[in-house]
């Protein structure tokens, strides 16, 4: 553990000052500070960085298209444990440390859930003193900002690094890697054995930029490496000798500067849809290509044997994103290490486990082989030839031609990503329990009757520091007055709280802080968007990307029904209410911006109407993330998880609002189930149809939307709105949303679970009022939330996947 003495902290902060700026403090601004501050904090942590780096154990390296970190001062602060000291430190230098954190830029380097739990994964994996290592992309633009003009979304490019760096990271020129992309590959005879030549390529050198992870309170230092994509200007001691020869025009140095540079320069901002651009494949291949080179080259250099690879590492690839992982190690381990495929074909299974974050079919990547042909010549030989032994496989084993070709790597010309993950890897998992149930028995059928023994569960979580000691201080104080603070390192020991279910001046703290936070959400609220909300009405909060499948739509449909209900009966017994929503929709999905541009009709429209001012309020946070995040869970009462039942793989909003006392309003789905076998019903409020029954409708019918709109008035009453000017300003996109429910038979069942829903939000209005029961809910939410860190996550990926069989593994058990 580092300490740091506040005298020798202020010498450094001068110090540092005085070197990178030349200029005494008074005259800095808040950023230049902020980067001296981080100076310092990485002066800290130098050593035990690269101590971390010297390798002692198995080490896991975890690709990801995608990090969405978060602000990072706050919370490297609170694990290094010198939050205090810094912060009387630089009271004495005159420098607020808040002024800094808020200076910090939130990095965007990713959409929503699958880059958010990376970072939750990264940084318990420092807390659990796992050598594990993150590989990504340094997009020059992360996840466009979000405007609302006029109530529609508008997208600016986000522009993370127009500080001219970013303070946390570390450029390593002399780490560079080569990427080869297109040419021609040539098989020339070597002895006896045929040697594989890449000729013509083009070669991309990969950057790394180092992000240091840094443990809970201890010594562990990890790395986030994220790679930038650049032109080989400089001979790095690799071989470039077959690269494409350039003819050294202007024109041509242009177009491959163009070319290398566009790799790295923008996240592609879908969250479901996969849209096959050549760009992104390109993507893929250029951090998959260069995290295993990296990988192996570290590896070569412990002079071990290569064929014990899969004792010193294990590769983990989230999501189908970096499935070019298992073809990339293969062609390592068969033209630069000689191995045969069978010995090449061994390491690699047994070095690679996969996660799987989705069963929607327009998510599931299929690349062309012509694209992959071209692109990656010598990887797409080595999918064919994997493809080709797979089908002997399949032929011996089954005559179901149906169930084979569903099975095949290779298909109508594709090439089927989570196939070449499965087949490629030993360790497929579902990211919650019926997630993971419903590839075993209903997508990837096939694949487990075939392997049972590579399947599991391993259900999310969230990284309980930042989402809670970090973002909500008053409770984490609260609860550590109450049962110590031994759940900081085993959040299990949060049930502890349990004991003062009977407790009213427990139950009554607990009220003022949630009190409190909303009192500065609604402050914020006011500065931010010049709206008045009374933080005495229920906060109800749904805050994720923006699909048709999570069912915004449901949310604000039956807003408008309440507020019909209220125009109606002013004296409707209603508690008043403050709706937060918080969502991006991905630039190219038309339904769901119109969705946006609805809430924010219906918003203007109620919350300028005197009539229901006092009772119902809709803000629409812009441009959501994770800053804005830490800001609106710790003031929520009720957590929005109404996804359409099978549809959301987990879910990890639902787990960060209960962890900070809200109450789930919740279809059974994703993780809400574990969520509501954690607290019991009594706990939670459920609604809406079972996944057997969504299950039965789509592969039977019966459901008619249109029956139901015709039958039901109060259904039809504000499905109407939609189209008949009730809303104004809504043109097109009324028609457009009205079309999705009654014309295409509301594929995600928003009306089928209509009423249902309303009946679920009447009775926590009813709930609400009796406000002591009210807080008993939410202390044993919080109770009983310990389950979902990450630290149980990650602590379950050790030691059924990443370290099982090995020695280590014992820490995990
Ligand atoms: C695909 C192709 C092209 C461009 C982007 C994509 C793409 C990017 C992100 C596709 C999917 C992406 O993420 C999916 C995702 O975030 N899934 C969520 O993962 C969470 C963590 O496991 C779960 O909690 C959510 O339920 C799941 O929707």
């Not at 005159?94 to 380097?109: K, Q, V």
């Not at 390109?282 to 998959?288: A, I, L, N, R």
């Not at 990211?431 to 997508?443: I, N």
Request: aromatic share 10%; proline share 3%.
């Amino acid at each position: 553990m580092v300490t740091i003495s506040k005298k020798k902290f202020k010498q450094s902060f001068e110090t540092k000052m005085y070197s990178l700026y030349a200029q005494p403090i008074k005259d800095a601004t808040n950023e230049q500070l902020l980067s001296v501050l981080c100076c310092v904090i990485k002066d800290i942590i130098a050593k035990r960085w690269i101590e971390t780096n010297i390798d002692k154990e198995k080490e896991v390296y975890y690709f990801c298209i995608e990090f969405l970190l978060g602000r990072q001062l706050k919370s490297n602060l609170l694990n290094l444990d010198i939050e205090d000291s810094i912060r009387d430190g630089l009271k004495e230098l005159g420098i607020e440390l808040d002024d800094l954190i808020n200076a910090e830029t939130d990095p965007a380097l990713g959409n929503g859930g699958l880059g958010r739990l990376a970072a939750c994964f990264l940084d318990s994996m420092a807390s659990l003193k796992i050598n594990g290592h993150g590989y990504g992309i340094r997009y020059q633009n992360g996840l466009f900002e979000q405007k609302f003009v006029n109530g529609y979304q508008v997208e600016v490019p986000d522009n993370w690094l127009s500080q001219g760096a970013y303070f946390w990271e570390t450029v390593r020129p002399n780490k560079a890697i080569v990427v080869k992309f297109e040419g021609e590959i040539e098989l020339v005879k070597d002895n006896d054995r045929l040697k594989v030549k890449h000729k013509n390529y083009i070669p991309v050198m990969a950057m790394p930029y180092d992000i240091p992870i840094i443990g809970y309170h201890n010594d562990t230092i990890n790395t986030l490496r994220l790679w930038k994509s650049e032109i080989q200007s400089r001979d790095f001691g690799q071989n470039t000798s077959n690269a494409k020869n350039y003819s050294g025009s202007y024109e041509d140095a242009l177009a491959y500067k163009y070319y290398a540079e566009e790799i790295s320069q923008v996240l592609y901002p879908n969250d479901s849809n996969y849209a096959g651009r050549l760009l992104r494949l390109k993507q893929e291949y250029f951090f998959t290509s260069a995290g295993i080179q990296d990988i192996i080259r570290k590896y070569r250099r412990t002079k071990q044997d290569i064929k014990s690879l899969q004792n010193k590492v294990a590769i983990h690839i989230n999501d189908t994103h970096p499935t070019l992982c298992i073809p990339e190690l293969m062609r390592i381990l068969l033209d630069e290490e000689g191995l045969s495929w069978e010995e090449a074909w061994k390491i690699t299974t047994n070095t690679i486990s996969y996660t799987n974050h989705t069963i929607m079919a327009e998510a599931m990547e299929k690349w062309p082989i012509d694209m992959i042909k071209t692109l990656l010549p010598r990887i797409y030989m080595i999918i064919e030839e994997i493809n080709r032994r797979y089908n002997l496989y399949l032929d011996d084993k089954y005559n179901d031609e149906n169930k084979k070709q569903h099975m095949r790597i290779i298909n109508w010309d594709n090439v089927n990503m989570a196939n070449l993950c499965i087949v490629g890897s030993h360790s497929i998992n579902g990211v919650a329990a019926l997630h993971t149930k419903l590839l075993k028995k209903e997508v990837l059928r096939d694949f487990y009757e075939d392997k049972p023994e590579k399947f599991n569960n391993k259900t999310n979580g969230i990284a309980h520091r930042r989402w809670l000691m970090s973002s909500n201080p008053e409770l984490s104080d609260l609860i550590t007055d109450l049962i110590g603070d031994k759940w900081k390192k085993d959040t299990t020991r949060l049930k502890d709280l349990e004991k003062y279910k009977l407790n009213t001046s427990v139950l009554n703290r607990l009220d003022e802080i949630k009190h409190h936070n909303k009192e500065h959400l609604a402050d914020f609220i006011n500065n931010t968007y010049n709206v008045q909300v009374n933080p005495n009405s229920i906060f109800d909060v749904q805050i994720k990307r923006l699909h048709a499948y999570k069912r915004q739509l449901l949310n604000i449909l039956n807003i408008l029904d309440l507020y019909h209900e209220l125009l109606e009966n002013p004296n409707f017994d209603m508690q008043p209410r403050t709706f937060i929503f918080g969502a991006k929709a991905a630039p190219g999905y038309y339904l769901a911006k119109c969705i946006i541009k609805f809430i924010n009709s219906v918003a203007d429209k109620i919350n300028n109407d005197p009539r229901v001012n006092e009772k119902i309020k809709i803000i629409f946070v812009e441009n959501y993330g994770v800053s804005l995040a830490e800001k609106i869970i710790p003031a929520a009462n009720i957590g929005e998880q109404i996804s359409t039942t099978t549809k959301e793989a987990s879910g990890t909003s639902n787990m960060k609002l209960m962890m900070n006392g809200a109450i789930t309003l919740a279809t059974l789905d994703g993780a809400n189930v574990e969520i509501f076998e954690q607290v019991g019903e009594d706990n939670i409020i459920l609604f809406g149809l079972s996944a057997q029954q969504v299950l039965d409708y789509n592969k039977y019918g019966g459901y008619s939307a249109l029956d139901l709109y015709q039958s039901n008035r109060r259904i039809k009453r504000v499905v109407d709105d939609l189209i008949n000017g009730f809303i104004p300003n809504m043109d097109s996109e009324g028609r457009e949303i009205y079309n999705s429910l009654i014309t295409y038979n509301d594929e995600y069942f928003v009306l089928r679970d209509m009423e249902n829903y309303s009946e679920a939000q009447a009775k926590i209005n009813k709930l609400y009022q009796r406000k002591e029961q009210w807080n008993r809910m939410s202390l044993m939410n919080i109770a009983n939330s310990g389950i979902f860190s990450t630290d149980r996550t990650i602590s379950e990926y050790a030691k059924d996947i990443w370290f099982k069989g090995c020695e280590i593994n014992e820490k995990y058990i």
